[in-house]
Structures are given as C-alpha cells and as structure tokens.
C-alpha cells in the first residue's frame, strides 16, 4: 500500500514539474551543435526549476520563441473603444 502511495506521489510531482517547463526553441546561429550540447547548457544554465536565459545566451543560444507574456492590464487613461476626440 505503501509503495502504491509513493509511486502515485512521486508521478504526480513529475507531472507538475513537467507542466511549468519553458516552452521556448533555441538554436545557435552559424553554428553546428547537437541535442546533447543543448541537454547540457539547458541542465547547467537552469536552477531551481527556472531557465536562466542569460546563462543560455552567453553560451551562443538564441531564443527562437519568445517567451510566454503575462496579458496587460488594460490603461486606466486610455479612451475607451469607439470613441474619438472632442467634438
């Protein structure tokens, strides 16, 4: 029972930590490199779960995605939709 408990927990924590993965590409430009290169400065350039992208960059790896953006708030000062100038 026991064991039962602890594969179902430790699934669950992979599932998780699986889910808050960074979903962009890299690539090196003008540069030959393999999967196993980018496996490794993505391993050593990310800590705690985070991608450091500056780590990634100093090593010649440029993003080709751009990172997820969390949606603005909208500007309290902006007019709204539809309406022009003074008249």
Request: glycine share 12%; proline share 7%; net charge positive.
């Amino acid at each position: 029972m026991r064991a039962s408990g602890l594969v179902l927990g430790l699934g669950l924590t992979a599932l998780v930590s699986g889910c808050a993965t960074d979903e962009r590409e890299w690539m090196k430009v003008d540069q030959k490199y393999t999967a196993e290169e980018f496996r490794r400065d993505y391993r050593e350039c990310s800590k705690g779960g985070k991608l450091d992208e500056e780590c990634m960059k100093r090593r010649g790896w440029v993003a080709v995605t751009p990172p997820k953006a969390e949606p603005k708030a909208p500007d309290p000062l902006a007019q709204p939709a539809g309406r022009g100038g003074r008249r």
